[in-house]
């Protein structure tokens, strides 16, 4: 145990070397991620992602590591690919008006839900972009958003009922249901021949917020 305490001291070394930040910051995230569960080569690689993540955003150090386990537990990403999640995230918040903090707080909040309903990390980044730079509210509030969003969709009668009544069935031909974002999909398609009060009231028995509109 000595011998890999010892070369996990020399990685972080190197490692806060490499990225220019502190050694202190490094060896507390690294620490983190062992104690959620992270092996020594995974917390090394995580380590490395949350310091990433933390230099090219509003992120600290403590709340990139935060955001990245929980993001990688609900949609089941491997620690050895936990930059591609990064990539993803600065990528949007170089093109779009939104910050990667934003987006990885929205995906934190929701992902689980997201999994249960069959969205996808690249397609709910979409709908928190999409809510994001339309209300300006905070990733953590568009998280929740999304979160009631996803669930209504094909867990309430009254949202079914909705739904139906613009075209829009739940489930499959062969009576699977459908993904929150295939739903949503269709769901577009009629919503522009609607009238403003019409969305409204539809937003609001499917999603019961106004932010489906913001999707759509």
Do not use: C
Request: charged share 20%; hydrophobic share 40%.
């Amino acid at each position: 145990e000595g011998t890999n305490f010892e070369k996990m001291l020399e990685s972080s070394i190197t490692l806060s070397k490499e990225l220019g930040n502190n050694l202190k910051d490094v060896n507390q995230s690294l620490i983190g991620f062992a104690r959620q569960g992270f092996d020594g080569p995974d917390a090394l690689e995580m380590t490395k992602t949350a310091i990433v993540a933390s230099n090219v955003s509003e992120l600290t150090a403590e709340e990139s590591m935060n955001n990245l386990v929980a993001i990688m537990t609900q949609f089941r990403i491997e620690a050895e690919n936990s930059i591609e999640v990064v990539d993803k995230l600065n990528e949007v918040d170089n093109n779009f008006n939104i910050t990667t903090k934003d987006l990885s707080d929205g995906l934190a909040k929701a992902g689980a839900t997201a999994q249960t309903f069959g969205v996808t990390i690249d397609e709910m980044i979409g709908h928190i972009t999409a809510i994001g730079m339309a209300t300006k509210e905070s990733g953590s509030i568009v998280g929740n958003s999304l979160k009631t969003i996803y669930s209504r969709m094909t867990t309430l009668p009254k949202a079914i009922n909705a739904l139906a009544g613009v075209g829009v069935d739940i489930k499959k031909s062969n009576g699977d249901v459908k993904t929150a974002t295939e739903i949503l999909d269709e769901l577009a398609v009629s919503w522009e021949g609607l009238s403003a009060t019409e969305q409204q009231t539809l937003g609001v028995k499917v999603a019961g917020t106004n932010q489906l509109s913001r999707l759509l």
